[in-house]
Structure formats: C-alpha cells, structure tokens
C-alpha cells in the first residue's frame, strides 16, 4: 500500500526565506508525486510533478522538487518566499500498475511573514 | 474550457435533509473523483469514476451515492444528511488513463445543522 507523509502541519518562514516542505513516501515499486497548492477558499492546482526521467522537476512560481529515491522523499522548495505563497500544500503519490488513484500527505499550511 | 464546474459554492442542510452537489467539466475527461477536505485531515476519497457508467467507492463511501450517465457530469448525492458530513467537498478530472495530474474544481462548503 501507498501512503505519504508530510512532515510538520504548518511552516513559518520569512519574506525572502528559504521555503522548505518536506514529504516522504512509502513504495515498493516506482511512484508518480505531486504537489499541489490550494490557496484560501479554492480548490487544488498542481505545482509540479514528476514521472520519470529527470528527478529535479521545476515547477510554477519558483517552486522545484527532487525525487530522492533512496530516501523515498519528494521536497519540495523554493529559494525565496513570497508573502502571496502563503498557502496549503499537499503532496501526494500514485503507484505504477496501480488503479490511479492517488494518496494525499495531509497537507501543510505555509505561513509568510513580513 | 471552463474547466470543473461545482455548484452550490455553499450550503446548509438540516439533518436528514437530502441534496446533490453537482460536478460538471468539459475537458472531456475520463476519471472523475469526489473528495472531502476536513481541517488537518488532507482529502479523503469519497468515489470515483472511470468513465460513464462506471463508479466505484472510496475511503469513505458511507451516507453518499454517485451517477455517471455522462462522461461531463459526476454528481454526489447526500440522502439523509448528518453532522458529520459538514465538510467542504471537492470534485477533480484526469486526462486519460494515465498516471496524470488533477483537475480540481472550486469546492462545495456543506454545513449539516
């Protein structure tokens, strides 16, 4: 079974600060990962993802991840935050030969202070 | 495209009332899925479809039903409500039948009193 764990409910960083989010998996065979931001009152929408093929996958509004596969994690980052990033972020994993449906990290609320 | 469509944006429900959330898109995909997003517990999988006149129950499939007689629409129906089913309710698409990203619509806030 599939199972993703984020690690920390809620981030607080600085303007300009190194944003840091992190998520491990739990897979016995190639996973699919995602993340997904969802700002206040909105549904999801996809940051970035990554399949196969290169593991530092870059994605919108600065933000990047790198597939680790021996430490089975996917974190995710970006150089400097903005107040705007402010938001809920959740990662989440669909498994090769599996029924494509996805497991969700429980999210973490990044917090952006002036 | 406008993408996936919920309505209502809002709701409040007495209980044992009964009401359906409607989801539609017009991206013209295949997989479409109904979540519930409850404080600090990420989304659970209510059902799923993958494609029309196929349905199959989630996580947590208990006091809710679902149709697909179309490949645009997917709604959820709530027959007798409950306080526990206060939650805001998501509806997502997947192109194909891949291993792909979804399509998140807007949301339903649901309040049973």
């Known amino acids: 079974a599939q199972s993703v764990t984020q690690l920390g409910s809620h981030v607080s960083v600085s303007e300009g600060a190194l944003v840091l989010l992190r998520c491990n998996y739990s897979?016995?065979?190639?996973?699919?990962l995602f993340w997904y931001v969802q700002y206040p009152n909105q549904g999801l929408q996809l940051l970035l993802k990554?399949?196969?093929?290169?593991?530092l996958v870059k994605g919108i509004n600065g933000f990047e991840a790198e597939f680790k596969k021996s430490e089975t994690s996917f974190h995710l980052t970006k150089p400097s935050a903005h107040m705007s990033d402010a938001a809920e972020y959740f990662c989440?994993?669909?498994?090769?030969?599996?029924?494509?449906?996805?497991?969700f990290g429980r999210g973490t609320s990044l917090i952006v202070h002036p | 495209n406008a993408g996936v469509t919920q309505t209502p944006k809002f709701r409040i429900l007495k209980i044992g009332q009964s009401m359906t959330l409607q989801c539609t898109q017009d991206?013209?995909?295949?997989?479409m899925y109904w979540y519930r997003q409850d404080p600090g517990m990420g989304l659970k999988l209510i059902y799923y479809s993958v494609g029309a006149g196929i349905t199959d129950k989630g996580e947590v499939p208990n006091g809710y039903n679902v149709s697909r007689s179309t490949t645009e629409d997917f709604p959820l129906r709530l027959e007798l409500a409950a306080p526990s089913q206060t939650s805001v309710y998501f509806c997502a698409s997947v192109p194909g039948q891949g291993y792909n990203e979804q399509f998140f619509g807007p949301g339903t806030r649901l309040t049973v009193l």
């Open positions: 989440a994993v669909i498994i090769s030969g599996g029924s494509y449906i996805p497991t």
């Open positions: 990554y399949t196969t093929g290169a593991t």
């Open positions: 897979s016995s065979v190639p996973p699919y």
């Open positions: 991206m013209n995909h295949n997989y």
